[in-house]
């Protein structure tokens, strides 16, 4: 794969991972290594370099809220919330890729 496709295709991915991550979190609260088993259990290679990041990005964003176990110590777990912004972009992301499946679905 030419290095301008790899590009491409890690932006994307990138993009998807997002909406993963606001799903679950919708859910319930997520937790890094569970979400990285999750991304890898549908296919994608994901590194806690890769993950952690992303996830304090969306933290800023407002799209998360993280909690970190206060008895926990230096390397106490983190769970991430979904928060209302979060909620917002994410009914908003789901309409956008459902105009999008359904346009690109029936090209084949």
């Known amino acids: 794969m030419d290095p301008s496709d790899k590009a491409l295709e890690r932006e994307i991915?990138?993009?998807?991972?997002?909406?993963?991550i606001l799903h679950h979190a919708g859910e319930g609260p997520v937790v890094g290594q569970w979400m990285i088993r999750?991304?890898?259990?549908?296919?994608?290679?994901?590194s806690p370099?890769?993950?952690?990041?992303?996830l304090k990005r969306m933290e800023k964003r407002g799209w998360l809220q993280c909690v970190i176990d206060p008895a926990?110590?230096?390397?106490?777990r983190r769970e991430y919330y979904l928060t209302?912004?979060?909620?917002?972009?994410?009914?908003?992301?789901?309409?956008?890729?459902?105009e999008l499946w359904e346009e690109i679905r029936d090209e084949e």
């Open 38 to 46: 999750e991304l890898r259990r549908h296919g994608y290679e994901i």
């Open 49 to 54: 370099g890769t993950l952690y990041p992303l």
């Open 72 to 76: 926990g110590g230096p390397r106490a």
């Open 84 to 98: 209302p912004g979060g909620k917002r972009i994410l009914a908003h992301l789901r309409e956008r890729v459902r």
């Open 13 to 20: 991915l990138l993009a998807l991972w997002k909406i993963h």
